[in-house]
């Protein structure tokens, strides 16, 4: 623990300048710019993830005397406090423990200021990244049901499924639960040109690489040939020289499908042979599939339509039956998301809600958008102005 911190405070204590300073490294997921790499709401979400966390780590043992240290991941499912980190393999943070609510972990003075692609100010120079404490944190991933999702993605045997960014516009899988944990651990972890500057984010990416890993290994998806077994799409996104490149790092898509090739792996055990998926039900499916009505009494509500790009920020979506909350998901992005072409090649997105038909009953369905505004502060955002979006509603479907 005590090197682990030196590692990140050696980091932060660097010129700004410096290609290996906090600065730089956290610059790369967005801001400062002028280059931003932008690889959310994807298939090449998780590989440069992948990548961005080998630099990182590589760049915390190049502090003198942390030639050994690992990134630890936090384990956002797990209520338990405790506070061991293990230093061979990248250990376990489980709950939120104290420690990464102390410095170095706790918060990072921001050495320049930050203006986004519209060259507004996001941060002042000198100024603080901020979070929220554990209780809110914790209160606000269940509010979104981030635990169920993941768990439901891990069930998911096809890759698009499991990553959940559905034919490039449904917000679901794992990546939902992403940016939902991003929105709910406070304003800097919120905002993607910033992001990475809060301390924590790096304990939290570490955990949705590790959970990618577990999906992989689960269903024998570990080397590239058999991961592509899993996709029930095209691979041309791992084999493209457009697509799969991981810029500004030297991995390409393909290089990262293999973890232990790249010298990594996790202290949780994980299942060494691939396991059958849970039965799971759906809001539409193929035509081509053999189908039947889920004998549930659940339906599928999706709120079809909404255009991102006119929104500018992290936003919520929220779905009311009588007055009463009854879903709501997070989307993650930029606050100048019209200027970023991953953004603007997915520009519309579908949110999709499974809900009990009791729930329903409860008075007129209404949906709502709410955009994550600076110092914490939601602004509501007619639906008209972001695409009027559509409510469907669908019986729940699964395979015969």
Known sequence: MQKLKIAFAGLMARDPDDPQSY????????LPGPDVHCRHHENAYNPWHRAYLLKFEDALRSVEGCEDVTLPYWNIQSRTPDNNFRTRDRGQVVGIPDVLFEPPFADYTLPRTLRNLNETAVYEGGSLTSRRDEAAILCLLASRG?????????????WEQFNGWDQGTTQAGIIQAHDSGHVACGETLSNQDVAAFDPMFWFFHANWDRLWWKWQQRYGATTLASFKTHLGGSSDWLEDPVLNGLSPFDLRTKD????????????????????????????????????????????????????????????DVTLTAGGFVVGRQSFFQSTTPKLCETCRRNAHVDFDFVVDLADLGQGPIEAYVDRLAPRGRIAPVPLNDCGAPTINVRTLLREY
């Open 146 to 158: 981030v635990h169920r999702v993941i768990d439901h993605a891990l069930t998911q045997s096809h």
């Open 256 to 315: 990262t499908i293999d973890l232990a090739a790249l010298g990594v792996d996790y202290d949780a055990p994980l299942e060494e042979t691939p396991l059958a998926p849970a039965a799971a039900a759906f809001g539409s499916m193929p035509a081509s599939a053999r189908i039947e009505i889920a004998d549930s009494e659940l339906v599928s509500l999706r709120i079809k339509g909404v255009d991102r790009l006119a929104i500018p920020g992290s936003f």
């Open 23 to 30: 600065y730089q490294l956290a610059g790369l997921h967005w």
